[in-house]
């Protein structure tokens, strides 16, 4: 008979090695020395002491948690109660409500609008862009709820009822009347199933009520196809009224305390966002309120639409800076063929070349928010037009790529779904998606430019401050002009002009950023060369180790 060790463990197959730490308990703001570098650059460096104190909340584990459980439990849509009352309810886990609440709390919905300085914008950006990193779904009602304002300012009797409520630091999901509750959240329906970039072929329609002149009430009839974060307060929609397209604040609940016919039909299943519950949705004679003006609406709307594009800028440079962090903290831990992934050039290679993703990503993204921040001054304003589009075309284009690239530096495990690249890289295509995709944002680029040239001359101007600091990029520049002067085809060339657009933009911002070896690196791979650059294709002689460092989220 053999002789049993009762102190060995027969079960025991083998000792866990050589696999990376889970990445917690490290301040996101802190070991980010891009996005530091970029708010200090743009008039946000008053608000250093709350983004460390911010930066530390988003690392905690707790916090990392809750965006994995937000995703794991997906929404869950009940139309009526048990006793068949219709209900238009989501339920989602407790985790995004958690979520909710952090954000709403921070004023991340509202603190630019609520107070107003030099640098709100940024300091907004900054927090948003950290608080975006533990999880982007929930980011969907946040930004609508802050991209509401200047469109509900438009009418002036709303705005007094409801931006008090719409602003306020606080998070009531409670499903019931807005009239009861002390905070607010707003989402909006647009997309129709015959048409979503082509919003005038909107076929829902909209008849005024008689009554209540002072807050121009109607009845809408018809369908949304793609309306995200349904358990919002109230929404902005676009209806066709006798005069024409027109905007209108749908609740969903009506001010006597009955339920707004405002019906959810489902939910979409999605690949990625899963977080966030996206509905198709009919109104049947639901009351809206106009915005601006009967036949007005795409203007009235478009407010808030500029500013989702601009948030789809700091929500798509987060998911760039996270899947970065993960890259290289990875790298730093795992070894293969005798030393660590960090330390084999090729890499080096690739981990530089992603974080100079996020440098330009996060250098353009802040840029906005200093326009932002002076919208009184006209050739900001003028800035901010082109540069809301271009931004939002490039950044949110480059994101799926750059998320399968930091993913496979994870090897296998960067696709397992306990890993959160899985969760980046599906939903790295949103935003790119959302609110205007891609050819939608070339072609608003060329718009902006015809109907208003200035724009373009503004964009020079800002681009002429680094005039002579680099060859190859006075060379961007000029070859820039030269391409936007040629008017053949322009719209069959509109990606390759915006391209051009975002990168000379990106690496003038670079250059005044005052970090040498990002600026230089950035121009020889990505203007120093006439096709795609691939990533991991960065030329020699450059200082990666210097770029690295700058993205470790434990050592800048
Ligand atoms: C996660 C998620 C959440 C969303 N939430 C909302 C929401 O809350 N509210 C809402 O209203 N909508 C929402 N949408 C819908 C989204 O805004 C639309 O899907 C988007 O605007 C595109 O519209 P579409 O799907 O009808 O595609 P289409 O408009 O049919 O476009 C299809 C493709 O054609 C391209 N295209 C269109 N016109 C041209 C042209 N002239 N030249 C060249 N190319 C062109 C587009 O760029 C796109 O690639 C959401 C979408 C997603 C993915």
């Given at each position: 008979m053999r002789e049993v060790d009762p102190s060995a463990d027969s079960a025991s197959t083998h000792e866990v090695t050589n696999q990376t730490p889970p990445l917690a308990g490290h301040n996101l703001f802190a070991g980010d020395a891009a996005l530091r570098d970029a708010v200090n650059h743009n008039g946000g460096h008053w608000a250093e002491d709350d983004l460390q104190r911010y930066g530390e909340v988003c690392g905690r584990p707790e916090m990392i948690e809750r965006g994995f459980l937000a995703n794991e439990n997906k929404p869950r849509f009940d139309s009526h109660d048990r006793t068949g009352n219709r209900v238009d309810l989501v339920r989602y886990h407790p985790a995004y409500h958690q979520l909710m609440q952090l954000a709403l709390s921070e004023g991340l919905h509202s603190a630019p609008w609520t107070d107003p300085k030099p640098g709100a914008h940024v300091a907004r950006a900054a927090k948003y862009y950290l608080h975006s990193q533990l999880e982007s779904g929930h980011g969907c009602p946040i930004t609508m709820t802050f991209a509401s304002v200047p469109s509900l300012k438009l009418n002036p009797h709303l705005a007094a009822e409801w931006l008090p409520k719409v602003t306020a630091r606080g998070y009531d999901y409670s499903?019931?009347?807005?009239?009861?509750?002390a905070a607010l959240t707003i989402g909006m329906g647009m997309t129709e199933k015959q048409g979503g970039s082509d919003v005038r072929a909107n076929t829902s329609r909209a008849v005024r009520l008689t009554g209540d002149g002072s807050l121009n009430a109607y009845e809408l009839v018809g369908h949304k196809w793609f309306m995200s974060a349904?358990?919002?307060?109230a929404f902005l929609m676009l209806a066709q009224a006798p005069g024409g397209l027109s905007c209108f604040l749908v609740p969903r609940w009506r001010p006597d305390g009955s339920k707004n016919p405002l019906q959810v039909q489902r939910l979409k299943d999605k690949s990625?966002?899963?977080s966030n519950a996206s509905s198709e949705v009919e109104m049947r004679g639901a009351l809206g309120w106009l915005i601006g003006e009967e036949g007005r609406g795409v203007n009235a709307i478009i407010e808030m639409v500029s500013a989702t594009r601009f948030d789809c800028m700091i929500g798509s440079s987060a998911g760039q800076r996270q899947a970065v962090v993960q890259a290289i903290h990875h790298a730093a831990h795992r070894n293969a063929f005798g030393k660590t992934l960090l330390d084999q050039p090729l890499m080096q290679n690739v981990l530089a070349d992603l974080q100079l993703e996020v440098e330009g990503s996060i250098a353009i993204t802040m840029r906005m928010a200093q326009a932002l921040d002076h919208q009184d001054d006209e050739q900001q304003q003028l800035l901010m037009r082109l540069g809301t589009a271009v931004g939002k075309y490039w950044v949110c284009k480059r994101t799926p790529h750059h998320a399968y690239e930091a993913m496979e530096c994870l090897g296998g495990n960067g696709v397992v779904e306990n890993f959160v690249t899985a969760r980046l890289y599906r939903d790295a295509p949103i935003n790119a998606i959302w609110e205007g995709s891609g050819n939608i944002q070339a072609l608003d680029v060329l718009r902006a430019i015809g109907k208003t040239p200035a724009v373009l001359l503004a964009w020079y101007d800002e681009l002429e401050r680094s005039s002579g600091a680099d060859g190859h990029l006075d060379r961007a520049v000029t070859n820039l002009k030269n391409e936007l002067a040629n008017l053949d085809q322009l719209e069959y060339r509109a990606r390759h002009l915006v391209d051009r657009l975002a990168l000379t933009m990106q690496a003038h911002l670079l250059v005044q950023g005052g970090d040498s070896a990002v600026a230089e690196a950035f121009i020889a791979s990505r203007l120093d060369s006439d096709g795609a650059h691939s990533t991991g294709t960065l030329p020699i002689g450059l200082d990666t180790n210097r770029i690295i460092e700058r993205g470790n989220p434990l050592l800048s």
């Open positions: 499903n019931r009347p807005y009239t009861e509750k349904p358990m919002c307060d990625g966002n899963v």
